[in-house]
């Protein structure tokens, strides 16, 4: 079964405008990551968060992780039309560290 | 682009031929893994390698089988296509310690 389900499954928005995406997952874990998929091209990794860490930055991108609600989100700031993509999350678990589990993504679209 | 490559890109082919997909890697990573990307599904994995001749399984391996006799190349073999198999395939590789992955160009088949 799936770890990762993010929420919403879409999401639309105008350039400028900030996009905030959910994560919830089941089991305990030792990172969680994001990644984007830009249309007909494999993912491309965003940001990873480690299970001792709260928030992290890198850009315009912003993720929370709280684990003893098992979820993070990740804010785009500023979102232009480039960031047109699907957004997934990924989590390492805790018990098996070879391998990630990816959730169905978020579909991002925006206008300019 | 960590240096990862699939072929072929795109296949069409019958119920119950065999398929053999392979993904290339120059940078001798020893993580390897194989997706499949299906709407509704986000990624789930059909099977990981940790090493020259190590495999394991994923969460859809049934139908799939795997080599890998040297680092750089991992094979993924549907041994009797079905319609079901129909999907976008994508090859990942770990790099380090980080645990991120990265992903190859994907390849479209297409059973009927």
């Given at each position: 079964?799936?770890?990762?389900?993010?929420?919403?499954?879409?999401?639309?928005?105008?350039?400028?405008?900030?996009?905030?995406?959910?994560?919830?997952?089941?089991?305990?874990?030792?990172?969680?990551?994001?990644?984007?998929?830009?249309?007909?091209?494999?993912?491309?990794?965003?940001?990873?968060?480690?299970?001792?860490?709260?928030?992290?930055?890198?850009?315009?991108?912003?993720?929370?992780?709280?684990?003893?609600?098992?979820?993070?989100?990740?804010?785009?700031?500023?979102?232009?039309?480039?960031?047109?993509?699907?957004?997934?999350?990924?989590?390492?678990?805790?018990?098996?560290?070879?391998?990630?589990?990816?959730?169905?993504?978020?579909?991002?679209?925006?206008?300019? | 682009d960590a240096g990862i490559?699939?072929?072929?890109?795109?296949?069409?082919?019958?119920?119950?031929?065999?398929?053999?997909?392979?993904?290339?890697?120059?940078?001798?990573?020893?993580?390897?893994?194989?997706?499949?990307?299906?709407?509704?599904?986000?990624?789930?994995?059909?099977?990981?390698?940790?090493?020259?001749?190590?495999?394991?399984?994923?969460?859809?391996?049934?139908?799939?089988?795997?080599?890998?006799?040297?680092?750089?190349?991992?094979?993924?073999?549907?041994?009797?296509?079905?319609?079901?198999?129909?999907?976008?395939?994508?090859?990942?590789?770990?790099?380090?310690?980080?645990?991120?992955?990265y992903?190859?160009?994907?390849?479209?088949?297409?059973?009927?």
């Amino acid at each position: 079964s799936q770890q990762g389900e993010e929420d919403p499954q879409a999401l639309s928005i105008q350039e400028g405008e900030n996009a905030t995406m959910n994560c919830s997952y089941k089991t305990s874990i030792n990172n969680l990551q994001w990644y984007r998929q830009n249309s007909g091209r494999g993912l491309v990794h965003l940001i990873l968060i480690r299970s001792n860490e709260r928030e992290k930055h890198s850009g315009r991108l912003r993720v929370t992780l709280d684990t003893s609600k098992k979820s993070s989100s990740l804010l785009i700031t500023a979102s232009r039309a480039a960031d047109t993509a699907s957004y997934f999350c990924a989590t390492g678990s805790s018990y098996n560290t070879d391998k990630l589990i990816f959730g169905t993504g978020t579909r991002l679209q925006v206008f300019p | 682009d960590a240096g990862i490559t699939q072929s072929p890109r795109h296949k069409v082919t019958e119920t119950g031929t065999p398929v053999t997909l392979r993904c290339h890697q120059t940078e001798n990573h020893r993580y390897m893994y194989w997706y499949r990307q299906d709407p509704g599904h986000g990624l789930r994995l059909i099977h990981y390698s940790y090493g020259v001749k190590d495999t394991d399984k994923g969460e859809v391996s049934d139908g799939y089988s795997v080599s890998r006799s040297k680092t750089e190349d991992f094979l993924l073999t549907l041994e009797s296509a079905t319609s079901s198999q129909t999907s976008v395939y994508f090859c990942a590789i770990r790099t380090g310690e980080m645990e991120t992955q990265y992903f190859g160009p994907g390849t479209r088949l297409l059973v009927l």
